[in-house]
């Protein structure tokens, strides 16, 4: 199974501008009322909310690989936190990206390649399991995919975005990302890799997934 590799064919602009007619579009997705539930959610940036899961993301691998009776729960973690986010990002984050900057739709498919490539991996990982043999080499094998992935979003992406977005705009879609994840699934599914699927997935397998990890939190001491 292979890694996620560096594109080397395509080489987008370090600073993704806004066209007139993109800034418009975005303009008028933030109504008044939007503002009001950005409010209620915290108004906190997706920027913000996303590098900051960034980090939580890198400090759960560490915690993962730690040997004893605590793994099983930190890897539950880890697939859990993976999953919500990857599922935000699709849902929402993406499509906006595509829609509002400058070679957006190039950007926004590097990053689900990126994404299903490593969704790949977690799957795998996922089936191995804490317990299973190989589980440290697998579990380092997804740690760089995944951070590889991260940095490209934030550099390329993440700071597009806050500034080509206004500030309402990224705090409404930090309130829809936080949203999304309390629904979410909560572990990796091959299909589930898209804004559409991601949308329909969280009412069908989010509440399966929850399900099924309140059963595996009663049988683990």
């Known amino acids: 199974m292979r890694t996620l590799t560096k594109p080397a064919a395509l080489n987008l602009p370090t600073k993704p501008l806004l066209t007139a007619k993109a800034t ?22 997706v920027v913000d909310v996303l590098t900051r899961q960034h980090r939580q993301i890198k400090l759960g691998f560490l915690r993962a690989a730690l040997p004893g009776p605590w793994r099983r729960r930190n ?10 986010h990857e599922a935000a990002e699709e849902a929402h984050v993406h499509p906006v990206a595509r829609r509002a900057l400058r070679h957006g739709r190039e950007l926004a498919a590097r990053r689900r390649d990126e994404e299903r490539e490593a969704k790949q991996l977690l799957i795998a990982l996922w089936r191995t399991g804490p317990d299973g043999a190989g589980y440290l080499r697998q579990l380092n094998e997804v740690r760089r995919a995944v951070s590889r992935h991260a940095a490209r979003e934030e550099r390329e992406e993440f700071k597009a975005l806050r500034k080509a977005v206004s500030p309402a705009r990224l705090s409404m879609l930090g309130a829809e990302v ?44």
Request: overall charge positive.
């Open 75 to 84: 890897f539950d973690r880890l697939m859990r936190l993976l999953a919500v």
């Open 24 to 45: 418009a579009k975005v303009a008028k997705t933030t109504p008044a009322w939007s503002l009001r539930v950005a409010r209620a959610m915290g108004a906190e940036s």
């Open 178 to 221: 936080k949203l999304t994840q309390v629904y979410a699934p909560t572990r990796p599914h091959r299909w589930v890799n898209n804004e559409a699927t991601n949308k329909l997935a969280a009412p069908v397998l989010g509440p399966v997934d929850r399900a099924l990890d309140a059963l595996q939190h009663r049988k683990t001491p």
